[in-house]
């Protein structure tokens, strides 16, 4: 199979077989990985009660976690790309089960900063975008997008999976208990994860200065749009369980509408893959926008009716699930398989300027005044950023650096 010589190391037989077992190592490092993240809505509440704190100091938590992984993620993919894939996640290894050890052990809520916000949002950072490097430089192109699929569907799988299982172990063990499982978890895959990462020597003069991308009319354009889906892409997460609850949804249920968004785009993005090689990505996020901002206005006219936030969640999924399938292509088109692994990087930091807005005045919001306002601010802003979407994107080709 063409483009899978960054795979095979000196003395090493060709193995036809090596692209798709890499990209299931990338699948598991990302079930984990997003997978803990995104259950930080069901520890909320247990985390601010054992801590004697409110909504808002620990919805800010998850932002500072999500904003630390995409400033790692920028880096991480850039270091990727030029080094490939294989110590970046062994790092990650490390630095996620640390973690979430130092979170469980923690008593005050600076500690949690420090652990999660800091170590479990930078290992992520360093799994995402270089797996998606890895990704682009191990399949030749009419193979690509399913294999992105399949990488992507991890963290949908994780999504569904996780919260429902922290729910039960938290209820069980308690979560700081819960999260040393996690942290062992997390060692063992993410590690496993490592030991297939590539390692690569690209020149530099192959590389995009990053000083030239952010030149590009066309990224900064694509940037501000994430920037402004952010606040509205991370509130379900962040509030699905709270609002739920609040609203008199039964607990297991509260805890398992993440987890239907996650079922949602891992079927969503098998199916986006399979079909990604036919549609203008472009096109494709567009459409992801459109049907995240419904995800949002639907959220807000339950009222806690069980359908119909149910049906938020699928919206939400599917949303997500098309456009973070269909971004890389449109990033690899622009600039090359190359540099994806740092462009990606250097674009989804717009998200993670948007989802430390996000959550964090979402929770003081709610703290103030309740779920309404917040749900509404969040969906003005995710119409912001479709409108931007929506505005012509030509350029001429940004290639390696001078």
């Not at 622009?334 to 964090?360: D, M, Q, S």
């Amino acid at each position: 199979m063409a483009g899978t010589s960054s795979l095979r190391y000196p003395g090493e037989p060709e193995d036809a077989s090596a692209p798709w077992s890499v990209a299931a190592a990338a699948f598991a490092a990302n079930f984990v990985t997003f997978g803990i993240l995104f259950s930080f809505g069901v520890f909320l509440t247990p985390i601010a009660r054992d801590l004697d704190t409110t909504t808002g100091p620990v919805a800010a938590l998850f932002s500072a976690a999500v904003c630390t992984y995409y400033a790692g993620g920028a880096i991480g993919g850039r270091i990727g790309d030029r080094y490939g894939a294989r110590l970046l996640v062994g790092v990650a290894a490390v630095a996620m089960s640390a973690g979430l050890l130092l979170t469980a052990w923690s008593n005050a809520l600076w500690q949690t900063y420090a652990a999660f916000g800091v170590l479990v949002g930078l290992a992520t950072g360093f799994c995402y975008p270089s797996m998606i490097g890895l990704i682009g430089r191990s399949f030749a192109e009419r193979r690509r997008p399913a294999a992105m699929g399949f990488l992507l569907a991890g963290v949908g799988a994780g999504t569904l999976v996780m919260p429902l299982a922290s729910h039960a172990l938290i209820s069980t063990l308690g979560w700081r208990q819960t999260y040393a499982v996690l942290a062992a978890v997390a060692f063992v895959a993410i590690g496993w994860a490592a030991t297939h990462g590539d390692r690569v020597n690209i020149s530099t003069a192959g590389l995009i200065r990053v000083a030239r991308l952010v030149r590009s009319r066309r990224f900064l354009l694509f940037f501000a749009a994430v920037v402004a889906i952010g606040p509205g892409f991370y509130a379900p997460v962040a509030f699905y369980n709270d609002y739920a609850v609040d609203r008199g949804v039964a607990p297991a249920l509260a805890a398992a509408l993440i987890g239907i968004s996650g079922a949602t785009s891992v079927v969503a993005r098998l199916a986006c893959g399979a079909l990604g090689h036919r549609a203008d990505p472009m096109w494709l996020c567009r459409s992801a926008f459109a049907a995240m901002t419904a995800a949002l206005a639907i959220w807000w006219i339950s009222d806690g009716n069980p359908a119909v936030l149910v049906a938020s969640a699928v919206a939400h999924g599917v949303g997500w699930a098309v456009w973070v399938t269909a971004t890389p292509s449109v990033l690899a088109g622009w600039y090359g398989v190359e540099n994806l692994g740092g462009v990606i990087g250097i674009y989804y930091t717009g998200l993670g300027v948007g989802a430390l807005a996000g959550p964090a005045v979402c929770g003081f919001i709610i703290d103030a005044s309740g779920f309404g306002p917040a749900i509404v601010l969040v969906t003005v802003t995710s119409l912001i950023a479709l409108g931007l979407l929506m505005l012509p994107m030509r350029e001429a080709a940004i290639t390696g650096s001078p």
